[in-house]
């Protein structure tokens, strides 16, 4: 996945063009301008993967393929209900607190069974995996640590739901996308390896 947040429409067109098809976006409002830009690119594949609040819920079910930041009921009940249904299904990762950081964003691991057999009863959502942004560290032995933490947790989820569609370990961005794949990765979400720095926002 291409991050494109705060990078102008010109730039994901760009990368359109050069066969990029999904894009992330953590800016409700500037995520929505880019799309009214590029509503010709029909094929592109939109992921919301920001901090999600109940007041965006709506705005996020109409106009994305996908959410990368679920982490609680009450957000995925919102989608779910929210979702157009001539859309199909919205496919969600659930966000996990996989370094176990006090006030950081995500479910824990305790709590990510829980969650994921309410997310798989809700019709207008389709339960695709795990998602995670570990805390920061230095050397690949140190970042693979919690990328296999989340992959035993994927798995953990398989095998107690056989049934459901967990095919998706979203976990690497540009400092730490080779230790993410070393342990699994099926989506990494690259930023500033695609498209440069970001000028604060
Ligand atoms: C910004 C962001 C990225 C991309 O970060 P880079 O370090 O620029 O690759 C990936 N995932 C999430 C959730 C982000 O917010």
């Known amino acids: 996945m291409a991050v494109s947040k705060t ?4 730039m994901v067109r760009e990368a359109w063009h050069l ?15 880019k799309q009214a830009e590029l509503a010709g690119l029909d094929d592109i594949v939109w992921h919301f993967i920001g901090p999600l609040q109940s007041n ?10 996908w959410v990368h930041s679920v982490d609680r009921e009450k957000i995925a009940r919102r989608l779910s209900d929210q979702r157009p249904v001539e859309l199909g299904a919205l496919d969600i ?9 006090p006030s950081k964003a995500g ?19 389709r ?3 795990l998602m995670a942004i570990p805390a920061p560290a230095e050397g ?34 540009t400092a ?17 390896a695609i498209f440069g720095e970001r000028e604060p926002r």
Do not use: W
Not at 56 to 65: G, I, M, P
């Open 140 to 173: 690949i032995e140190a970042q693979r640590l919690p990328f296999a933490r989340l992959r035993e947790a994927l798995a953990a989820l398989k095998a107690r739901f056989p049934d459901a569609p967990l095919d998706t370990l979203s976990m690497g961005m």
């Open 56 to 65: 965006k819920t709506r705005a996020v079910a109409e106009h994305f393929a």
């Open 176 to 192: 730490d996308l080779e230790a993410a794949v070393l342990e699994g990765a099926t989506l990494v979400r690259l930023g500033t």
């Open 107 to 125: 479910v824990t691991l305790d709590d990510l069974p829980a969650l994921a057999a309410a997310v798989l009863e809700m019709p207008n959502l």
């Open 19 to 33: 066969g990029q098809r999904d894009f992330g976006e953590n800016y409700l409002q500037e995520a929505l301008d």
């Open 7 to 10: 990078k102008p429409a010109g």
């Open 127 to 129: 339960l695709r995996g």
């Open 93 to 101: 990762c659930l966000q996990v607190n996989i370094s176990d950081e």
